[in-house]
């Protein structure tokens, strides 16, 4: 194996990825996963995602002990033979992600929307997690 040249503006995996695909077998695994926002205000916890070409029928959320997982796959459609790429960086097919919630929630109430090719989900807090006001009683 060569030696590479450190460069801090490189992508840190770029390198581990061009060995693994020198491997036999592993253009049949292909996976990416989906960069996330995760933010709250007093009442909800909000995670966004950007998704573009994913048929948002291919993807399942779940929450569970407060970790959110978003799983599902983008399919690789394409009539350019995969010889003839110069350089292929999008990814395809199958992700998986669980995130850590900064909060306890009430998975029940999740709703998510999907639009423009971002889904966003936002998840009620539980009412034990919301702050409270607590008044200062003077004697």
Do not use: C
């Not at 003839?84 to 199958?94: A, D, L, P």
């Not at 909060?103 to 929307?113: F, H, I, Q, R």
Request: hydrophobic residues 30%; charged residues 30%; proline residues 6%.
């Amino acid at each position: 194996m060569a030696i590479v040249k450190w460069t801090p503006w490189q992508d840190p995996f770029e390198e581990f990825e061009k060995m693994l695909q020198e491997w036999p077998g592993y253009q049949n695994v292909r996976s990416f996963v989906p960069a996330v926002d995760v933010y709250q205000d007093n009442d909800n916890v909000y995670i966004e995602t950007p998704l573009p070409g994913v048929n948002i029928n291919d993807v399942t959320i779940s929450v569970e002990n407060d970790v959110l997982t978003i799983q599902g796959k983008r399919e690789h459609k394409t009539e350019v033979d995969e010889k003839n790429y110069y350089r292929q960086e999008v990814r395809y097919g199958s992700f998986y992600r669980s995130i850590a919630l900064p909060t306890s929630v009430n998975g029940d109430k999740a709703e998510a929307e999907y639009k423009d090719g971002i889904l966003k989900v936002t998840i009620p807090k539980e009412e034990k997690a919301k702050p409270k006001k607590i008044t200062i009683k003077t004697k």
